[in-house]
């Protein structure tokens, strides 16, 4: 069983990585209040996009490149939807998150099951030898290592920028936050779009590392976990990555477990990670009055400065 | 061939219906040409389960060009839907309606019940009616000698095995290929590893990761994508394809793999309408040149002694003088289930739900 623990852990740093990237984009977004149920949809156009770029010019980074620039636009249409247009959040979310899985589809359709050649990734080598970080952190993608710096950069830009605090501000009370003279619908603009740009590079990790091929709907459901991970991580970026790795890690485990023998039903055992997430999520955030502090107050709130 | 969406499909049908059927042209013999309709489950791809669906239909047509007028239905997910279908394609005077999945057969039944002048095929069909075949591909026969490759070629005895769902069709694709490589090597076991999922090629991916970090060198499976050979190769591991030939994405590892040739199934069924000779029956065919499965191309890589043993026994399969579940068999419990000298009748191999010897890893209790 110690043997398996380096790639157990390779793994699930690698399963747990489009969570992150998707949930850290939609926390900054429903932090400024605006939620976005649409991440399925962002991420699987992004995913597309980014495939056919990186197989039309066999780069990947130009790859992740365009499904950050493909997740943003989609981000656009809901932004327009939503804050100029003033329509309704939850609904304009779903209907983002169908018209993504269609029109992603629709995009693809020459490229229905291709894949790609294994991509060099081109990882930090420096660190090899040392025991047990060394073997994990030279087989990572450099991706993994952005969601770290992503995950830094948000929680830093949150809780300790003024920007953040503005962003925050947006969120919580928009009135309050205009009639000081901040631009909420920009703030909220941007934190939209920011969600949709993390989105499309969660699609384009999908498509291009972590399984690099073109499938309709090939996200599989990671952008509904990405949803729900952020409301029970109630709000907080660590707790976001917690859950991204724990549910990656619980999937990871049951399939090791598999291997190796040990498990019962293989039906049962790939409810787990979605059981455990939610569990410990809950778990480590009972405490309602910290719920309440976290929780965007006006999210989903449509506001009109005019109003 | 034309090719429609379920969705144009039936926008047009209610108002093309007849006028389609009347508007056929006829060949030199004045004979109209048979209308035939071939509905799929999900839209056609590069590779995978509907492609080898969609070639099948390229060479029916190749077959009697002139012949017949082609009408292929993509992206019919829902059973309710293929109901519909079927009954639409029907009604535009479609003779020949052929369904491409097993999820098809229960509206099938439900409409060739209804409609008797109308023959049905359905893939990997259970039940038949009198106007309704099926057929199904015995691609144990593939997977045993792709377990004879990988038992020869594995250097860590350990192979690896991502199933999508553990039903009979994936399971005897998995017992023939451990009763192929432990055929060549008895301290060969497979490790499996269930995904409960047909689309979701990250986990695809993370399972074949799994199964090679406890040391699998060797990976087959049953879901239908290109992703499982090259996350083996990205590894350095062997694979064996399955369903078409990835062999464009796999450049380097792929030993070979198990391909559905679905030609011969849909060119008869075309022949007998026009002949007025075609009879209900379930056929289920392996290898061989009027069967319903193929090798893939064999790597480059490997040895000519390897090599000929496979083809040999390939040839064996053909004629008749080896069969992959021939006796003593023992389930991975150490049950005998198979006697010497006997072969596990068809009707349990169509509903095999245990594991052979040298499977390790969670599997369903039979």
Same mark, same amino acid.
């Given at each position: ?31 400024? +209040?605006? !939620?976005? #149920? /649409? @991440? ?5 156009? $992004?995913?597309?996009? %980014?495939? &056919?770029? =990186?197989?039309?010019? +066999?780069? !990947?980074? #130009? /790859? @992740? ?5 493909? $997740?943003?636009?989609? %981000?656009? &249409?809901? =932004?327009?939807?939503?804050?100029? !247009? ?222 | ?366």
């Amino acid at each position: 069983m110690i043997d398996s623990i380096v790639p157990i852990l390779i793994v699930t740093l690698g399963a747990g990585t489009p969570l992150i990237f998707a949930a850290l984009g939609e926390l900054v977004t429903e932090k400024s +209040g605006v !939620l976005n #149920l /649409g @991440v399925e949809g962002m991420m699987l156009v $992004g995913a597309v996009v %980014a495939f &056919i770029t =990186a197989s039309n010019t +066999g780069s !990947l980074w #130009l /790859g @992740v490149g365009a499904g950050l620039a493909a $997740g943003t636009a989609i %981000a656009l &249409i809901f =932004a327009v939807l939503t804050l100029t !247009l003033q329509a309704n959040q939850v609904a304009a979310g779903l209907a983002l998150a169908i018209f993504g899985a269609g029109f992603s589809a629709f995009v693809g359709k020459g490229y229905l099951g291709m894949a790609l050649q294994s991509m060099p990734r081109g990882a930090p080598s420096l660190l090899s030898g040392v025991p047990l970080i060394g073997p994990i952190l030279t087989e990572l993608h450099p991706l993994v290592y952005l969601s770290w710096l992503l995950f830094a950069a948000v929680s830093w830009f949150l809780y300790k920028s003024r920007s953040g605090l503005v962003l925050r501000a947006a969120g919580e009370s928009p009135t309050a936050a205009h009639s000081i003279g901040y631009p909420v619908i920009r703030i909220r603009y941007l934190a939209t779009l920011f969600g949709g740009a993390m989105a499309g590079v969660a699609g384009a990790y999908l498509s291009l590392v972590n399984a690099p091929l073109w499938m309709e709907g090939m996200t599989a459901g990671r952008g509904w976990i990405a949803l729900a991970l952020v409301v029970f991580a109630s709000w907080r970026p660590a707790r976001v990555m917690l859950g991204a790795y724990l549910f990656g890690g619980v999937t990871i485990t049951q399939f090791f477990a598999q291997g190796s023998g040990i498990g019962f039903a293989s039906q049962a055992m790939s409810t787990l990670p979605y059981l455990a997430t939610i569990v410990v999520l809950v778990l480590i955030s009972r405490n309602l009055t910290l719920i309440r502090l976290n929780a965007p107050v006006s999210l989903g709130k449509p506001f009109h400065p005019d109003r | 061939m034309k090719i429609v969406t379920r969705r144009e499909f039936l926008k047009s049908s209610g108002a093309l219906g007849v006028a389609a059927a009347a508007g056929s042209v006829g060949d030199a013999f004045g004979q109209p040409p048979l209308m035939v309709g071939v509905v799929h489950q999900f839209p056609i791809g590069d590779v995978g389960w509907e492609t080898q669906h969609s070639l099948a239909t390229k060479a029916m047509e190749a077959a009697f060009p002139g012949k017949l007028k082609v009408t292929v239905v993509t992206d019919v997910q829902q059973a309710q839907d293929a109901e519909r279908v079927f009954r639409d394609l029907a009604a535009q005077g479609h003779k020949l309606i052929i369904g491409t999945t097993f999820s098809q057969m229960a509206p099938m039944l439900k409409v060739a019940r209804q409609l008797p002048n109308t023959t049905f095929e359905c893939c990997a069909a259970i039940n038949t009616l009198k106007n309704m075949g099926a057929y199904e591909a015995r691609n144990y026969e593939a997977t045993y000698l792709g377990g004879v490759l990988a038992g020869r070629m594995t250097k860590s005895n350990v192979l690896g095995w991502v199933g999508a769902f553990p039903i009979p069709q994936v399971v005897w694709r998995l017992d023939g290929f451990v009763l192929g490589a432990r055929s060549v090597n008895p301290k060969v076991t497979c490790k499996v590893v269930w995904i409960n999922t047909w689309s979701d090629p990250a986990k695809e991916k993370d399972a074949v990761s799994a199964l090679i970090s406890q040391g699998a060198d060797v990976l087959a499976g049953s879901p239908n994508t290109p992703v499982q050979g090259v996350a083996a190769e990205e590894r350095g591991a062997w694979s064996f394809g399955n369903c078409s030939d990835f062999s464009k994405y796999v450049k380097q590892k792929q030993l070979s793999g198990d391909l559905l040739d679905w030609s011969n199934a849909y060119i008869e069924a075309a022949r007998d309408v026009m002949a007025g000779t075609w009879k209900s029956q379930s056929r289920w065919r392996g290898l061989g040149p009027s069967g319903y499965t193929k090798m893939a191309p064999y790597n480059s890589a490997i040895p000519a002694d390897v090599l000929a043993d496979v083809q040999k026994r390939e040839k064996d399969i053909i004629a008749g003088k080896l069969h992959p579940f021939a006796g003593p068999i023992k389930d991975r419990d150490g049950k005998q289930r198979v006697a010497a000298g006997a072969v596990l009748p068809d009707a349990e191999l169509r509903s095999i739900n245990w594991a052979v010897e040298g499977v390790e890893g969670a599997f369903p209790k039979a």
